[in-house]
T-cell receptor, first 111, second 116 residues
């Protein structure tokens, strides 16, 4: 079992819909959880960062971490065509530890 | 403020040739990383460096060496390139600034390497 599992998609949703992206993980030592957005032929950019469990909101984006289930989610409200990209989850056990990525989910927002 | 820069942007090598990918950051970050990204495989960590003078292996270190020259620079060397090393390589740097629980990480634009 890979440490971090993420459905590759593609996921297609109509503009304005709420998008839900998810990852599961197996290493209970993970404490730091991140979501990145990557446009085609570009480097990833950090979207959201959460330490331990709980929710974090930033504009249209909400990140949730459920450590008891080893499950993290990213919600995008009022989705826009410009949100079309690959979204990668990542996690780490410590501040100086390696960061492990999921394979990424390709998201298409249909106008 | 240039962020994370990588050179070169593109490279074609023949099997057995060597090359060094350069990475530099100007954000005074302690941690730096090298990843490779292949279709359907996501980002896989090759090596990382938590601070100047330290390096550690990631998920796929075989065939690579790294050097943390100073706090700014982290280079990746392919001693004898193989077709399996054809990939897009990303360098990144990160830090937990201050005493808050914030976190910042930036990626470079990538190096597209083809080994024939």
């Amino acid at each position: 079992q890979k440490e971090v599992e993420q459905d590759p998609g593609p996921l297609s949703v109509p503009e304005g819909a709420i998008v839900s992206l998810n990852c599961t993980y197996s290493n209970s030592a993970f404490q730091y959880f991140m979501w990145y957005r990557q446009y085609s032929r570009k480097g990833p950019e950090l979207l959201m960062y959460t330490y331990s469990s709980g929710n974090k909101e930033d504009g249209r984006f909400t990140a949730q971490v459920d450590k008891s289930s080893k499950y993290i989610s990213l919600f995008i409200r009022d989705s826009q065509p410009s949100d079309s990209a690959t979204y990668l989850c990542a996690m780490s056990a410590g501040r100086d530890d390696k960061i492990i990525f999921g394979k990424g989910t390709r998201l298409h927002i249909l106008p | 403020n240039a962020g994370v820069t990588q050179t070169p942007k593109f490279q074609v090598l023949k099997t057995g040739q060597s090359m060094t990918l350069q990475c530099a950051q100007d954000m005074n970050h302690n941690s730096m990383y090298w990843y490779r990204q292949d279709p359907g495989m996501g980002l896989r960590l090759i090596y990382y460096s938590a601070s100047e003078g330290t390096t550690d292996k990631g998920e796929v270190p075989n065939g690579y060496n790294v050097s943390r020259l100073n706090k700014r620079e982290f280079s990746l060397r392919l001693e004898s390139a193989a077709p399996s090393q054809t990939s897009v390589y990303f360098c990144a740097s990160s830090a937990f600034p201050g005493l808050s629980l914030s976190y910042e990480q930036y990626f470079g634009p990538g190096t597209r390497l083809t080994v024939t």
